[in-house]
T-cell receptor, first 112, second 113 residues
Framework: SQQGEEDPQALSIQEGENATMNCSYK?????LQWYRQNSGRGLVHLIL?????REKHSGRLRVTLDTSKKSSSLLITASRAADTASYFC????????????FGKGTKLTVNP | NAGVTQTPKFQVLKTGQSMTLQCAQD?????MSWYRQDPGMGLRLIHY???????DQGEVPNGYNVSRSTTEDFPLRLLSAAPSQTSVYFC????????????FGPGTRLTVT
């Protein structure tokens, strides 16, 4: 099945550093979304980027999309301990159904 | 406005028992879905629905049934629980159309012994 694959699986950084997570996917998409999950909680939507967009910003988040490489990256700048969470990318199918398929996630730890 | 609610929060079943995980939303969103989350596997789509009376299978539908009689509710039924169904289950809702964000419930942690 189509699924985004996040890289790295785990990332540990110091507060104030930037964190970059990558997502690769297999087939053409309409949109790619990033979600965050705090331990033991449901997922929360962060940002959506459409296939005709190359970059999008939201606060300290920057998302890029390269449809030729079928990949996206999520950059969190000036990280805080509260950013500690798992981050997932989710993709749909271009011309497909309503299904939104998630990757396995990157576990980010921000050390104070 | 509660968003997406799920009950119960925790459940322990014996192999072969049946149960229904409840999911309700008060946002009047047409699209609802169920995922299971296992360590190292991310979220996998079980079933989804694009509106009342319409359901379809996701990636891992075996062992699960769903129905959608109202816009608000989307219950997930385990007919005969197996240890392989031990997982955390998340329900989500959104406006129809993949360019909209999904709202997730808090999850149900199910253990099958």
């Amino acid at each position: 099945s189509q699924q985004g694959e996040e890289d790295p699986q785990a990332l540990s950084i110091q507060e104030g550093e930037n964190a970059t997570m990558n997502c690769s996917y297999k087939t053409s998409i309409n949109n790619l979304q990033w979600y965050r999950q705090n331990s033991g909680r449901g997922l929360v939507h962060l940002i959506l980027i459409r296939s005709n967009e190359r970059e999008k910003h939201s606060g300290r988040l920057r998302v890029t999309l390269d449809t030729s490489k079928k990949s996206s990256s999520l950059l969190i700048t000036a990280s805080r301990a509260a950013d500690t969470a798992s981050y997932f990318c989710a993709t749909d199918y271009q011309g497909g159904s309503e299904k939104l398929v998630f990757g396995k996630g990157t576990k980010l730890t921000v050390n104070p | 406005n509660a968003g997406v609610t799920q009950t119960p929060k925790f459940q322990v079943l014996k192999t072969g028992q049946s149960m229904t995980l409840q999911c309700a939303q008060d946002m009047n969103h047409e699209y609802m879905s169920w995922y299971r989350q296992d360590p190292g596997m991310g979220l996998r789509l079980i079933h989804y629905s694009v509106g009342a009376g319409i359901t379809d299978q996701g990636e891992v539908p075996n062992g699960y049934n769903v129905s959608r009689s109202t816009t608000e509710d989307f219950p997930l039924r385990l007919l005969s629980a197996a240890p392989s169904q031990t997982s955390v289950y998340f329900c989500a809702a959104r406006i129809t159309g993949s360019s909209y964000e999904q709202y997730f419930g808090p999850g149900t942690r199910l253990t099958v012994t």
